[in-house]
Every structure is written in C-alpha cells, then in structure tokens.
C-alpha cells in the first residue's frame, strides 16, 4: 500500500514538472529580458525554481493524504473561516511586534517582545497547518465551480488547480520614458528594506534613462501558481481563481503570446480578472452565501419606489486615475517628457492628500497597472483593448465561450473585429 502511494506520487509529479514547461507566468518578466536591466537585479532576483519544486513536493504529499475526502461541507467552512481569523492574529501580533523594535523608548525591545515572539511562534505553526487544509479545500471548492462553468475536461480543470499562499516576489516594473510601455517586469526578493528599493528604483532609471517602480503583486502564475496571504475571503479565491485562468490561457494561442505586444499582455490580465471574479463569486454564492456581496443598487430606469441614488464619492480614485493617465499620455504625445513626470508627480500629492498612499506614481506604474481594465476608466486610460474585451464577455452567453473564444485570439486586430 505504501509503495503504490508513493508511485501514484511520483506519477503525479512527474505529470505536473511536464505541465510547468507550458505553463507561463502572470506578471513575471520573460525570458529574453534585457540583460541592461538585469545587471542591476542578477544578484537579488526571486528563485522560482527552488520555490517550484518545494511547492510541488507539498502538494504531492497533500494529495496523497486526500484529506478534503473525509470532511463534512460544514468542517471544511470552519477549516477555512479558523485559517483567516488565525491569519489576522499572525498579522495583528506582528504588527505589534513591529511597533515594540520601532519605539525608540523601549531600550530592550528583544525582551520586551519576548513574550509576543513565542505566541507569534505558536500562530505561525499553527497557521502552517491549518493552511495545508484550507487550500486543498479551496482547490476542491474553485475546481468544482470551473467544472460547472464547462472549462473543464472529463470534470477535471486542465492543468489541475494548485495554489499555496506564500510570501510574494517584488516587481521591478521597467517602462520608457517618452511612452507607457511594460519593457520589462523582473522579480525580486521581497525581503528588501524600503530603502534598497528606492535605491533599485534610482540606479536603474538614472543608469538607463527609464521609468521604474518596485511593487507588491497578488499573485503569481507559476505552477503551483503563487497567492498573496490575506484575511479577505473574496478577494482570496478571486485570485486563486485569476493565476489558474492564466494557467489555462498560457496553453493557448492567447497565453503563449502574453509578452508579445502591450495588446495582449492588458487581454490576458482583463481576462483572467473578469474570469476570475466571476467564477470567484460562484464559489462564495455555493460554499460561503453569507460572504456574498450585496447586490448592485437598481439602476434607474427599473420600477423601484423611493429609489434614492447614492451620493458620489468626494474622491473618486478610479476617476481621478483616469483623468492623470489620459492627460500624462498627452503630455508623453508632444514629447513634454519632464513635464508629465512633473504632472504625474504632483497628482501622486493629491492622490496621497486623499488617502490614497501611493509611493510611486510614473510611466512604470500605468504600464503595470494599466493592463487590468476589467473595470471602466482607471490606469488603463483611453486604451481600447480593455473595452474591447469587456464587450466580448457581453456579447458571450456565459464565461465557457468568452474564455475559449478569447483564449484563441492571437492579436488585438482579432479582437477587435470579433466584437465590430
């Protein structure tokens, strides 16, 4: 019994590095990367492939137990909801842990906190084990509802969704100066101090006349794809759901030609967030009702008595965002480059007057940011490949056909007469 546990392992393992070499990534630099850029980053960059196969070695051993067999549906919400109030401890503790080093009062902060590092050590052993749980019951619940949806083969979603929370590579985002371009997104150790990112930032932008921004991404479309840690249930499975969309889409014209052109890079990021939101909110509404956001208020054409709309924001981000982008891409047009990076930068003052902390604000930021227009306005500007997209999924009866037609895609121009 044993051996053929372990030969079922191997077989599965053996599976899984063949479907890696066809997979690709979401939002991790391509492989031809200028080698310019990388001189600065060689020595700092993010290890995939030891992560890789740690993950898969895990989930091996996950697998084998086939633990999600033998739970109730009403376990495996409880196994779940525990893992995030565990989650919100761990980061509550450390928070506090944190602001024991930052007082400059505490003259001994590491017996002063000596007490908070052993329970932060007992939550963290216990968070590890529960999370082992909680995403293979995950995994179970989004397989079930993309099974639902038809983006599956004989019940099964091809590849196999796999995910494991895990602390996230920094993005080194790389664009020119005279336009809003992605040249390049190199991961780095997250482990670097605020200070040696400003430095990155600084050496790479001074040294080859670009704009640059280091920044925090959700996740990552490895195999197993890699998921940021957080205490928001919704927002968690939107992403699990997102990286395995790009999972699916990288075995398919669309996903082989991600680094391509700008075009296709912003229809596979639109893509896999409506995908993923979709199918996100299929997973709350079967597995996690009373998490389920409230609906959308009735528009006002609707039959409705005493509807009153509500008020405006005072600050609308997603307004103001598009208002910065479609101006600073004036500015870039004419050739004005110092005066956009001066009008970027002092709407970035405003954006922070406003709540909205936002360390950089540059070309390197829409061209990251810009590509995820699943939502009207924004970073994305007056690009029309987002409304493009979007028009697609309308005119699709259900998620199935929007996926797989857009998945064939190989350009915008097909888009683009797809949806004339």
């Known amino acids: 019994m044993f051996i053929q546990k372990v030969e079922r392992i191997a077989r599965s393992s053996i599976i899984i590095l063949f479907l890696i070499a066809f997979l690709g990534r979401s939002q991790v630099s391509p492989a031809n990367q200028q080698e310019k850029i990388r001189a600065y980053t060689r020595m700092i960059e993010f290890d995939y492939t030891t992560w890789t196969i740690d993950a898969l070695f895990g989930k091996a051993a996950q697998a084998s137990l086939g633990m999600t067999r033998y739970i109730s549906s009403d376990s495996t919400r409880k196994i779940v909801f525990e893992y995030l109030k565990v989650v919100e401890k761990t980061q509550q503790l450390q928070g506090e842990i944190e602001r024991i080093y930052s007082d400059p009062e505490i003259k001994d902060p590491d017996i002063a906190a000596t007490e908070k590092l052993t329970q932060l050590e007992e939550l963290q052993k216990e968070k590890s084990d529960l999370a082992e749980l909680a995403e293979a019951i995950i995994q179970m619940q989004v397989s079930q509802v993309i099974e639902e949806t038809g983006l599956s083969i004989a019940g099964q979603p091809i590849p196999p969704l796999l995910y494991h929370v895990t602390e996230l590579p920094l993005s080194l985002i ?6 809003i371009r992605q040249d390049a997104n190199i ?48 927002w968690l499975i939107e992403v699990v759901a997102h990286e395995w969309i790009h999972n699916y889409l990288t075995m398919r014209p669309m996903g082989i030609r991600y680094d391509s052109s700008p075009e296709m890079r912003t229809m596979n990021e639109t893509t896999a967030n409506i995908a993923g939101n979709e199918i996100g909110l299929a997973v709350l509404q079967q597995y996690y009702p009373e998490m389920v956001p409230p609906p959308v208020q009735p528009s006002k054409d609707e039959d409705v008595q005493d509807y009153n709309p509500p008020e405006p924001p005072v600050f609308d981000f997603n307004a103001e965002m598009h208002v910065t982008r479609v101006r600073a891409d004036e500015l870039l047009a004419q050739g004005k480059i110092e005066e956009a990076e001066q009008y970027m930068e002092a709407r970035r003052k405003v954006f922070w007057d406003n709540g909205y902390q936002i360390r950089v604000l540059n070309q390197a930021y829409f061209a990251f940011h810009g590509a995820y227009a699943d939502i009207p306005g924004g970073a994305a500007g007056e690009d029309l490949v987002g409304p493009a997209v979007r028009k697609l999924r309308e005119e699709s009866p259900d998620l199935k056909e929007f996926v797989n037609r857009i998945a064939e895609m190989r350009s915008f121009e097909e888009l683009q007469k797809a949806v004339q």
């Open 187 to 234: 991961s780095i150790n997250p482990e670097l101090s605020l200070d040696e990112i400003t430095k990155l930032e600084k050496d790479v932008a001074k040294g080859l006349n670009v704009s640059t921004m280091v920044t925090r991404i959700g996740g990552v479309g490895v195999y197993p794809t890699m998921v940021g840690q957080s205490t928001n249930l919704q």
């Open 174 to 179: 790389v664009s020119p100066r005279e336009v």
